[in-house]
């Protein structure tokens, strides 16, 4: 069945880089694309970026410039670099399959916090 | 960016038919998708494509809409119900509204 799960350190110092791993299963990363969306706490999902199934990238213009997604097809695993961490990038962190534009399977998330 | 709009609360009785609204800042035709969240869960997938069920979603949720005004329907809802809706639309780039928390009575 199809599973994603994210990994990563919960705490982050400001101004530091986080670095989580969605590793996946029971899909193709050739087949279908990776979204990361994040969540702060009692507030809506934010969309971050994706990682197409044909390798190219898209990210959401207000992190464009902090974000980084890649992926290792031979390990089933998409990864998410963000820079310059700040107190509001605390929140839930997801991967998501990505299935024409919508998020069919959600990771379980990854609580990640930032703070000194 | 395309803002979703969403009535913050809504409060019901089970048995009861309640309509939850998404209002789109700019149309998105009918790339609007709605999910359930349930406290300390991932978010589910309910309906895509503003009309269409998610396998395995039971079919007293419906959605409808296109343009600008979109709505997820549930009849009856049941106590298991007790949730926070999100819509996304995916017409211009990625956009989620802020959510409902439904309420049974």
């Known amino acids: 069945q199809v599973q994603l799960k994210e990994s990563g350190p919960g705490l982050v110092q400001p101004s530091e880089t986080l670095s989580l791993t969605c590793t996946v299963s029971?899909?193709?990363?050739?087949?279908?694309?990776v979204s990361w969306v994040r969540q702060p706490s009692g507030k809506g999902p934010e969309w971050m970026g994706r990682?197409?199934?044909?390798?190219?990238?898209a990210y959401n213009s207000a992190l464009k410039s902090r974000l980084s997604i890649s992926r290792d097809t031979s390990k089933n695993q998409v990864f998410l670099k963000m820079n310059s961490l700040q107190t509001d990038d605390t929140g839930t962190y997801y991967c998501?399959?990505?299935?024409?534009?919508?998020?069919?399977?959600w990771g379980q998330g990854v609580m990640v916090t930032v703070s000194s | 960016d395309t803002v979703l709009t969403q009535s913050p609360a809504l409060a019901v009785s089970p048995g009861e038919r309640v309509t939850i609204s998404c209002r789109a800042s700019e149309s998105v035709s009918t790339g609007m998708h709605w999910y359930q969240q349930k406290p300390g869960q991932q978010p589910k997938l309910l309906i895509y494509g503003a009309s269409n069920l998610e396998s395995g979603v039971p079919a007293r949720f419906s959605g409808s809409g296109s343009g600008t005004d979109f709505t997820l329907t549930i009849d009856p809802v049941e106590a298991d119900d007790t949730a926070t809706y999100f819509c996304q639309q995916s017409w211009n780039d990625n956009t989620f509204g802020a959510g409902t928390k439904l309420e049974l009575k």
């Open positions: 998501t399959r990505e299935e024409d534009y919508y998020f069919d399977y």
């Open positions: 029971g899909f193709s990363l050739t087949s279908y694309s």
């Open positions: 990682m197409w199934y044909d390798g190219d990238t």
